[in-house]
């Protein structure tokens, strides 16, 4: 796929809309006018595609999942709604927890629920539900309830909002889907669903959510009696929280079905269907995903969707209720293979993820019914992208037909090259350690001039005093965490018990330790806003050159080398890539960062000096770091072995991994 830098305007109105968003500048109300009644309506799908080709390269994403609606008795009458029901009426239904349970099993990685307002069950009901699951699928995730039904819960069982969250999420609750907002329009609320939770109320819980540790998605339901004018205003208020609490994973554009509501006859049109992506991934400019949702838009149109700004196409679903009372045209469920070959029509590559996005596995290879080719003709190759700012000059201008950009954790990217779902990318320097046999480095990394503030130690206490202490590590990558270790090993002599945060433990407050270690997006943010008990923060990267005088390494380029590696020719067309990406993006000052700057809170100027700290480029000074530091390691190894096999476990596939408790 060729990222979609150029594009030819039949609509010339658009050209400064389009030049805002290449300098990362915020869409406003009117610019979404602007889009949506432009008739070069191609163009606008090919400035989404940009967009979600810099955030999310040839990724898109899907998971194993079910729908589970436990009941379709609801005590509201919104006149939208052909699914609930009243108790008396025959198509009514309950499920108990069994049933629940029996409908699930153990390959899915997500349960969606969501149903009608029970008058009658009782609240420990939901936490046993919870608790059941996760005690019976440890491997599912469960992401419930909608903003209506905790605003429910809290009113009926007159607990606060975030008490019923806390129960729930303690119970087992990941996160929370996105449905009930409708659309934040009072005109909108009184006539269709008006005793149904407002836009303050709806915003308000996810909030709370958000602040909990919860992460939370977004609908807008159009194509009904909403404007145009009321469908950005919602995105425009979306976004201002996401600004504030960054919680949000994905936006979903629900297309209405229309059904016997009488609010009107017709399906929306694939037009405006395309249109609302595209819109919402140009003017959600912090949103880390758009969900194609293929149960509402058709198989065809949610797999066009993927080339108009959507990176999501929610899952396999199982049964689904809401959209299929209203009369809509999608199967029941997709098969896992019915969706990836609707990715790979869209000419991406389908990535299964879990409930927080990590991808699980990737699928680049074409369907098996193709004859096999030579390694060398291989169609695709998968390079793996470090969703970091500090690694963004690396792929700004990474342009090439055959190698395909996937976004992978630097924790995730060894155990990736490891499984041979990826072939060549930046890797963690410890990472390497363990695959070097069958990789080949390139002269390039993530090397660290000194002071960049991107691999953070935020502490209560002193080097000296962490002796004995609890350090919360980041699960991100494993050269941050040993070079912590290090430091307090053999340049400060103590010994501190490091616990892997959880993904979601991340954005709390971490009452719990002692010191906490942050690196790339997060640490650049917690340095920003601040974090109220730890008073100290240590740099790492200038820790190590004080000590050392040398450059500290935290990543390295690696490519898959032998039989299956990458040929000779693909390893040239890799450089060249990179070198003209890295060019390019020096040559602008590292404008190239604007845009993700922008996302995690940074000024132009903040951006540049970050990137500009770097040495993405390795020399003589990287080598011996990287020699040095491997005798440091080697030395810890010797006398920790258990301890870090313990770790190397832990780094599987799994959904959410629990914490691990590593002494140095
Ligand atoms: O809130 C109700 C909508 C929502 C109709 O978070 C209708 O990943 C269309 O929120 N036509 C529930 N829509 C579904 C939902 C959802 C779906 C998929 C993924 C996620 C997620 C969330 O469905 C309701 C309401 O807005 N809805 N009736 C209808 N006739």
Same mark, same amino acid.
């Given at each position: 796929m060729t990222p979609v830098h150029d594009i030819y305007f039949r609509?010339?109105?658009l050209i400064p809309v389009w030049e805002k968003v290449q300098r990362g500048e915020r869409l406003t109300l009117e610019d979404g006018l602007m889009l949506y009644r432009s008739h070069d309506f191609l163009s606008v799908g090919k400035m989404a595609h940009a967009v979600q080709y810099a955030q999310s390269g040839d990724a898109v994403y899907y998971v194993l999942n079910r729908k589970v609606?436990?009941?379709?008795?609801?005590?509201l009458s919104c006149?939208?709604?052909?699914f609930a029901v009243k108790?008396?009426?025959?198509?009514a239904y309950e499920m108990t927890i069994e049933q629940i349970l029996s409908v699930?099993?153990?390959?899915?990685h997500e349960v969606h629920i969501t149903g009608g307002l029970h008058p009658?069950?009782?609240w420990e009901y939901y936490v046993n539900m919870m608790r059941d699951i996760k005690s019976s699928f440890p491997s599912i995730d469960i992401k419930a309830w909608t903003a209506v039904e905790i605003d429910f819960f809290s009113k009926k069982f007159k607990l606060s909002v975030e008490d019923v969250l806390l129960q729930l999420k303690e119970a087992g609750l990941r996160t929370m889907p996105?449905?009930?907002?409708?659309?934040?329009?009072e005109r909108v609320r009184r006539k269709l669903f008006k005793q149904k939770v407002g836009a303050a109320r709806w915003l308000g819980i996810h909030r709370t959510a958000h602040k909990l540790g919860i992460p939370t998605n977004a609908t807008l339901l159009y194509g009904?009696?909403?404007t145009l004018e009321e469908r950005l205003v919602h995105m425009m208020k979306l976004r201002e929280l996401q600004d504030e609490?960054?919680?949000?994973l994905t936006f979903i554009p629900l297309a209405f079905q229309?059904?016997?509501?009488?609010?009107?006859?017709r399906f929306t049109s694939s037009i405006d269907d395309l249109k609302t992506i595209a819109v919402s991934r140009l003017m959600l400019d912090n949103f880390p995903h758009i969900k194609a949702?293929?149960?509402?838009?058709?198989e065809e149109v949610a797999s066009l969707a993927l080339n108009f700004?959507?990176?999501?196409?929610?899952?396999?679903?199982?049964e689904e209720h809401i959209a299929h009372e209203a009369g809509?045209?999608?199967?029941m469920q997709l098969a896992k293979d019915q969706i990836m070959r609707l990715i790979r029509d869209a000419g991406k590559i389908p990535v299964e993820r879990d409930i927080f996005y990590?991808?699980?596995?990737?699928?680049?290879?074409? %369907? *098996?019914?193709r004859p096999r080719r030579s390694a060398a003709a291989r169609p695709h190759r998968i390079i793996g992208k470090i969703p970091f700012l500090n690694c963004e000059p690396f792929y700004?201008?990474?342009?090439?037909?055959?190698l395909h950009l996937i976004p992978i954790t630097p924790r995730r990217m060894g155990v990736f090259l490891r499984a041979g779902f990826v072939d060549a990318g930046a890797i963690s320097l410890m990472d390497y350690f363990s695959i070097e046999k069958e990789f080949q480095l390139l002269p390039y990394g993530i090397g660290l001039?000194?002071?960049?503030?991107s691999v953070l130690l935020f502490s209560r206490y002193p080097w000296r005093e962490l002796d004995g202490k609890k350090i919360g590590i980041t699960d991100d990558t494993a050269t941050s965490v040993q070079l912590l270790n290090v430091l307090l090993s053999h340049k400060y002599k103590v010994s501190a018990a490091f616990t892997r945060l959880h993904p979601v433990e991340?954005?709390?407050?971490? %009452? *719990?330790?002692?010191a906490v270690l942050l690196i790339g997006d997060q640490a650049l943010q917690r340095a920003k806003t601040g974090?109220?008990?730890?008073q100290i923060v240590y740099d790492l990267a200038e820790e190590w050159h004080a000590w050392k005088g040398l450059p500290a390494v935290l990543a390295v380029w690696a490519y898959r080398s032998g039989e299956n590696g990458l040929s000779r020719i693909e390893r040239n067309e890799l450089v060249e890539t990179l070198e003209t990406s890295l060019t390019r993006s020096e040559a602008s000052g590292f404008a190239v960062g604007v845009h993700h700057g922008k996302r995690i809170g940074l000024l132009p100027d903040e951006v540049a000096e970050y990137l500009g700290g770097f040495n993405f480029r390795f020399g003589p000074g990287e080598e011996s770091t990287m020699r040095e530091f491997r005798k440091h390691v080697e030395l810890l190894y010797s006398s920790t072995a258990p301890a870090i096999a313990a770790e190397e476990k832990e780094n599987?596939?799994? %959904?959410t991994s629990s914490s691990t408790t590593l002494v140095p």
């Amino acid at each position: 796929m060729t990222p979609v830098h150029d594009i030819y305007f039949r609509d010339n109105a658009l050209i400064p809309v389009w030049e805002k968003v290449q300098r990362g500048e915020r869409l406003t109300l009117e610019d979404g006018l602007m889009l949506y009644r432009s008739h070069d309506f191609l163009s606008v799908g090919k400035m989404a595609h940009a967009v979600q080709y810099a955030q999310s390269g040839d990724a898109v994403y899907y998971v194993l999942n079910r729908k589970v609606e436990p009941t379709n008795i609801c005590v509201l009458s919104c006149k939208f709604c052909d699914f609930a029901v009243k108790p008396h009426e025959p198509k009514a239904y309950e499920m108990t927890i069994e049933q629940i349970l029996s409908v699930l099993t153990p390959d899915l990685h997500e349960v969606h629920i969501t149903g009608g307002l029970h008058p009658d069950w009782p609240w420990e009901y939901y936490v046993n539900m919870m608790r059941d699951i996760k005690s019976s699928f440890p491997s599912i995730d469960i992401k419930a309830w909608t903003a209506v039904e905790i605003d429910f819960f809290s009113k009926k069982f007159k607990l606060s909002v975030e008490d019923v969250l806390l129960q729930l999420k303690e119970a087992g609750l990941r996160t929370m889907p996105g449905g009930g907002a409708e659309v934040f329009s009072e005109r909108v609320r009184r006539k269709l669903f008006k005793q149904k939770v407002g836009a303050a109320r709806w915003l308000g819980i996810h909030r709370t959510a958000h602040k909990l540790g919860i992460p939370t998605n977004a609908t807008l339901l159009y194509g009904h009696i909403e404007t145009l004018e009321e469908r950005l205003v919602h995105m425009m208020k979306l976004r201002e929280l996401q600004d504030e609490t960054a919680g949000f994973l994905t936006f979903i554009p629900l297309a209405f079905q229309p059904g016997a509501t009488g609010i009107t006859t017709r399906f929306t049109s694939s037009i405006d269907d395309l249109k609302t992506i595209a819109v919402s991934r140009l003017m959600l400019d912090n949103f880390p995903h758009i969900k194609a949702y293929w149960v509402m838009l058709t198989e065809e149109v949610a797999s066009l969707a993927l080339n108009f700004g959507a990176d999501d196409m929610d899952g396999t679903v199982g049964e689904e209720h809401i959209a299929h009372e209203a009369g809509a045209v999608s199967p029941m469920q997709l098969a896992k293979d019915q969706i990836m070959r609707l990715i790979r029509d869209a000419g991406k590559i389908p990535v299964e993820r879990d409930i927080f996005y990590n991808p699980i596995s990737l699928s680049p290879a074409p %369907p *098996a019914s193709r004859p096999r080719r030579s390694a060398a003709a291989r169609p695709h190759r998968i390079i793996g992208k470090i969703p970091f700012l500090n690694c963004e000059p690396f792929y700004a201008h990474f342009s090439s037909p055959r190698l395909h950009l996937i976004p992978i954790t630097p924790r995730r990217m060894g155990v990736f090259l490891r499984a041979g779902f990826v072939d060549a990318g930046a890797i963690s320097l410890m990472d390497y350690f363990s695959i070097e046999k069958e990789f080949q480095l390139l002269p390039y990394g993530i090397g660290l001039k000194n002071k960049v503030g991107s691999v953070l130690l935020f502490s209560r206490y002193p080097w000296r005093e962490l002796d004995g202490k609890k350090i919360g590590i980041t699960d991100d990558t494993a050269t941050s965490v040993q070079l912590l270790n290090v430091l307090l090993s053999h340049k400060y002599k103590v010994s501190a018990a490091f616990t892997r945060l959880h993904p979601v433990e991340r954005m709390n407050t971490y %009452p *719990a330790y002692d010191a906490v270690l942050l690196i790339g997006d997060q640490a650049l943010q917690r340095a920003k806003t601040g974090f109220h008990d730890f008073q100290i923060v240590y740099d790492l990267a200038e820790e190590w050159h004080a000590w050392k005088g040398l450059p500290a390494v935290l990543a390295v380029w690696a490519y898959r080398s032998g039989e299956n590696g990458l040929s000779r020719i693909e390893r040239n067309e890799l450089v060249e890539t990179l070198e003209t990406s890295l060019t390019r993006s020096e040559a602008s000052g590292f404008a190239v960062g604007v845009h993700h700057g922008k996302r995690i809170g940074l000024l132009p100027d903040e951006v540049a000096e970050y990137l500009g700290g770097f040495n993405f480029r390795f020399g003589p000074g990287e080598e011996s770091t990287m020699r040095e530091f491997r005798k440091h390691v080697e030395l810890l190894y010797s006398s920790t072995a258990p301890a870090i096999a313990a770790e190397e476990k832990e780094n599987n596939f799994g %959904p959410t991994s629990s914490s691990t408790t590593l002494v140095p």
